[in-house]
């Protein structure tokens, strides 16, 4: 039976699995119902899984004493509340709006696959399910729990779903791919007062709006316009009252970037500027680092190894080149450690008026994606381990 045969024969058991991830999601590193149920479906195929970490799971299969290829799946939701109309929409606040479903639903695909094509791997493949990608904390969480270890983890490979880019293309870039964040948190210490009275007081809000200024001077006059930097302020918040300057304010924010070794750099900027701003006007700013995850670099081997694979590989589409990504990623920390490489596959809606962004209410994914994915993912891992003996 042919990898397209075995892949069609187990589409609709992944597309399932989707469904019932879309229909219970669960947030962060703690995913009991999630990490359960994908244990469950690995013992049926005839896996031994194994817990990892808070909320991983991992499994293995494959020739022992050889290479090993880890092939990777995140799956937790995002706090969004469901306005797809999917039959299988949410049952509860939460969402898989990022696709994570269809990631874990693939990689369920893909173990059926391998279990069937067990004799054609000359290696090992690890197979694993992630926590807390959202919030960039599970792949770090499963790397310190032994994720890499036992066996010796050689490469990694892994894709992520896109609403707007046409459902089951593929798409591939080698070196950095998706922009690294270090998210902060700025606290604002003033004093408070009554509103009539701002001569009594130091302005923490005045101050979080000299900061806000001061900090864009980062990107546009601090650095190069090809080191790409980006710094956001998303949240902004004080008082509670129109006529009460508060004591405090609090600033939260990401600074983003494609270049590495600018990173601690740049935020060490942001500190200075917070903190030297809240002095000139007579308060005091602490900083507070939130997230630390660097860029998502594609090994250009690989990466090119891999793209030759799918485009010599009947029934799988010519591989695109994908523009660099300003959204982070925390397989990042496995691309670190190891030649690795994510590339995206397309799950835009047929019809158009249903096509959103990622993390959107109303995101739709596409499941003709599926089978795409799975056929993509087990072929790599088939002929890489056959490659690299």
Request: hydrophobic share 40%; charged share 25%.
């Given at each position: ?7 069609n024969k ?35 195929i ?33 706090p ?27 990689l ?9 094509k ?8 690890k197979?694993?399910?992630?926590p ?18 036992n ?6 490979l892994a894709?992520?779903v ?11 870039r ?6 690294s964040v ?11 007062c ?8 130091v ?9 806000f ?23 902004f ?7 009460v ?17 600018i990173?601690?750099e740049?935020?060490?900027?942001i ?25 998502v670099?594609n090994?250009?081997a ?5 793209r030759n694979?799918?485009?010599?590989t ?18 990042a ?11 995206l596959l ?8 249903k ?9 739709v ?5 599926v ?19």
């Amino acid at each position: 039976m042919s990898l397209w045969d075995v892949t069609n024969k187990y589409k609709d058991a992944a597309i399932a699995d989707r469904r019932h991830l879309h229909e219970n999601p669960e947030l962060g590193l703690d995913l009991p119902q999630t990490q359960q149920y994908v244990m469950d479906r690995l013992r049926e195929i005839g896996y031994e899984p194994a817990a990892c970490g808070k909320s991983g799971v991992t499994a293995t299969i494959g020739k022992a004493g050889k290479k090993t290829l880890l092939l990777r799946a995140d799956m937790d939701a995002l706090p969004v509340e469901e306005a797809s109309g999917e039959p299988f929409a949410s049952g509860n606040q939460n969402m898989h709006a990022c696709g994570h479903d269809m990631h874990t639903g693939i990689l369920l695909g893909v173990a059926r696959i391998l279990k069937e094509k067990e004799s054609e791997l000359e290696g090992t493949v690890k197979l694993m399910f992630q926590p807390g990608e959202e919030i960039f904390a599970g792949a770090k969480d499963m790397i310190d729990a032994g994720l890499m270890e036992n066996p010796s983890v050689d490469a990694a490979l892994a894709l992520h779903v896109f609403t707007q880019l046409p459902a089951g293309e593929i798409y591939m870039r080698e070196g950095p791919f998706m922009a690294s964040v270090n998210g902060f948190k700025i606290t604002i210490f003033g004093k408070g007062c009554h509103g009539a009275q701002p001569e009594n007081g130091v302005d923490p809000i005045l101050i979080g709006t000299h900061i806000f200024q001061n900090l864009q001077a980062i990107p546009a006059r601090e650095t190069s316009l090809t080191e790409g930097v980006l710094v956001t302020i998303g949240q902004f918040s004080a008082g509670n009252a129109a006529n009460v300057i508060p004591d405090t304010a609090v600033m939260q924010g990401t600074m983003r970037t494609f270049n590495e070794p600018i990173r601690e750099e740049v935020y060490g900027r942001i500190e200075a500027i917070a903190k030297q701003t809240a002095e000139l006007f007579r308060g005091r700013a602490e900083v507070e680092k939130l997230s630390d995850v660097p860029c998502v670099v594609n090994d250009p081997a690989l990466t090119a190894t891999v793209r030759n694979y799918f485009n010599e590989t009947d029934g799988l589409p010519e591989v695109k080149e994908a523009p660099q990504a300003t959204g982070s990623e925390d397989f990042a920390f496995l691309a670190k450690r190891v030649p690795s490489t994510i590339f995206l596959l397309g799950a835009a809606a047929d019809d158009e008026e249903k096509v959103f962004p990622q993390h959107h209410p109303k995101a739709v994914f596409n499941e003709d994606a599926v089978p795409v994915g799975m056929m993509a993912l087990a072929t790599a891992a088939i002929r890489w381990l056959q490659e690299n003996q």
